[in-house]
């Protein structure tokens, strides 16, 4: 995976007074390289790929390009909960390298898990839209705002067994017609995978032939694909 992603000439301008800086650790670093060296040394040699069961279809592709610990964790708590939404470039590189690489990169549209209204406000961006944003700038695919959510749910962690099955049901909705489209959902973090499994429920309701996956970071980082 090349850790360079490209840089605009405006931004190359902006990088004599405001470097750039490695995505984990936060050294400085050479215009367009994601990673201090003993930060790359580090990394996962590939993204984690599983399969997340869908009742009565082929279960779901999905990629996430880092685990959900560590180092990595921290970068992905500063771009959701501390505002470096900045962040959103350079995660959404390495997550289209990924989406390019392992999910053949074959997508007429891409579209995000959306955060509920109350949460959007609160957090005043929505990570995970712009996360897509940047992915379909670099694999040139259209971004559609196509899913909603529309019921207020717990984290599923937070519940019991009985409780979980039942809490994201029909928590989304899709309200666009996706009829005949590969779609590439896009999330932050992947954990069971139950959020990924309604939203793709809804975009095949909607139309969609194919749906894959690409995550940020999960818990379950195995990188043995
Ligand atoms: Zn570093």
């Known amino acids: ?57 082929e279960p779901l592709p999905t990629a996430a390009v880092m685990p959900y610990r560590g180092r990595w964790r921290r970068c992905l708590l500063r771009y959701k909960f501390q505002g470096c939404r ?32 109350k949460r959007r406000r609160e957090r005043e961006y929505d990570q995970s839209q712009l996360l897509a944003r940047n992915i379909g700038l670099f694999l040139g695919v ?13 984290t599923q962690h937070e519940l019991g067994r009985a409780e979980r099955l039942h809490n994201l049901d029909q928590a989304f909705r899709c309200s666009m017609d996706l009829t005949g489209r590969r779609v590439l959902l896009v999330d932050d973090i992947v954990t069971t995978g139950a959020t990924l499994r309604e939203c793709a429920k809804e975009l095949y309701r909607a139309g969609a032939i194919e749906v894959c996956c690409l995550c940020t970071a999960t818990a379950r980082f195995a990188a043995k694909p």
Do not use: N
């Open 142 to 154: 259209p971004v559609l705002d196509a899913l909603e959510k529309v019921k207020d749910t717990k």
């Open 1 to 57: 995976m090349s850790q360079r992603y490209p840089l605009s000439w405006s931004r190359r301008l902006a990088c004599l007074f405001f470097p750039e800086r490695c995505l984990l650790c936060g050294r400085v670093v050479h215009p367009g390289v994601l990673f201090c060296a003993a930060c790359e040394e580090a990394l996962p040699p590939r993204p984690a790929l599983r399969r997340i069961g869908m009742p009565g279809r």
């Open 86 to 117: 900045s962040l959103a470039r350079q995660l959404g590189w390495l997550m289209a390298q990924a989406g390019a690489d392992l999910l053949g990169g074959e997508f007429d549209a891409a579209v995000y898990v959306p955060l509920g209204k």
